[in-house]
C-alpha cells in the first residue's frame, strides 16, 4: 500500500469514528483523533492552508480551526500546566471537562454545537477526500439507474 493510499485509509478511519460515535465525550476524542490525523500528515495540512484561494472563499481555515481548537483543548485537559493559557484556552478546557463529567447543558457551547461540529469534520473530509465522496455519488446513481 502506497504511503498516500495509507493516509487516505487512515483519515477515513478516523473520519467514520466521528461519523460512527453518538453524542458524548467520545465524540469529542473522535474529532481530536481526526484532527491529529490531519497535522501529522503535511500534505493534508498543507491541503487546507489559508494560502489557497479556493481555502478561503470556502472559509476552510475558519471552520477547521473550530476544530482544531477542541484537539488544543482536549490536549490541554490531558496535560496539567501552570502556563498561562489565555482566557480562550481556558473556556474550550472548562466546557470540555464538563462534558467529560458528563453535564450535559446546552448552556455549554460546545455541546450544543455538537452537531454543527460533526457537520464540520464532513466538510473537511470532502475537501481532503473528494474522489471518496465522487465514488458514493456514483453508487447512488447506479443503484437509482437499475
Same mark, same amino acid.
Given at each position: ?10 483519515l ?7 461519523v ?14 481526526f ?5 501529522h500528515t ?6 487546507l ?7 478561503? +472563499?470556502? &472559509?476552510?481555515p475558519v %471552520?477547521?480551526?473550530? $476544530?482544531?481548537?477542541?484537539?488544543? /483543548?482536549?490536549?490541554?485537559? @490531558? ?10 484556552r481556558?473556556m474550550?478546557?472548562?466546557?470540555l471537562?464538563?462534558i ?5 447543558? +446546552?448552556? &455549554?457551547?460546545?455541546? %450544543?454545537?455538537?452537531? $454543527?461540529?460533526?457537520?464540520?469534520? /464532513?466538510?473537511?473530509?470532502? @475537501?481532503?477526500n473528494?474522489?471518496?465522496f ?5 453508487k ?5 439507474a437499475?
Amino acid at each position: 500500500m502506497q504511503l498516500l493510499e495509507k493516509e487516505q485509509a487512515e483519515l477515513h478511519a478516523a473520519f467514520q469514528k466521528v461519523v460512527d460515535t453518538p453524542p458524548s465525550f467520545d465524540f469529542f476524542e473522535a474529532i481530536h483523533d481526526f484532527v491529529a490525523c490531519i497535522e501529522h500528515t503535511s500534505s493534508f495540512a498543507d491541503a487546507l492552508s489559508p494560502r489557497i484561494k479556493a481555502n478561503r +472563499e470556502l &472559509n476552510i481555515p475558519v %471552520r477547521y480551526g473550530y $476544530l482544531k481548537q477542541i484537539y488544543r /483543548g482536549l490536549e490541554d485537559v @490531558k496535560t496539567k500546566s501552570n502556563e498561562d493559557l489565555g482566557h480562550a484556552r481556558y473556556m474550550v478546557i472548562r466546557e470540555l471537562t464538563q462534558i467529560q463529567s458528563s453535564e450535559f447543558s +446546552e448552556s &455549554n457551547s460546545f455541546w %450544543r454545537k455538537r452537531e $454543527l461540529w460533526r457537520r464540520l469534520v /464532513g466538510e473537511i473530509y470532502k @475537501k481532503l477526500n473528494p474522489q471518496f465522496f465522487q465514488a458514493k455519488n456514483r453508487k447512488k446513481v447506479v443503484r437509482g439507474a437499475a
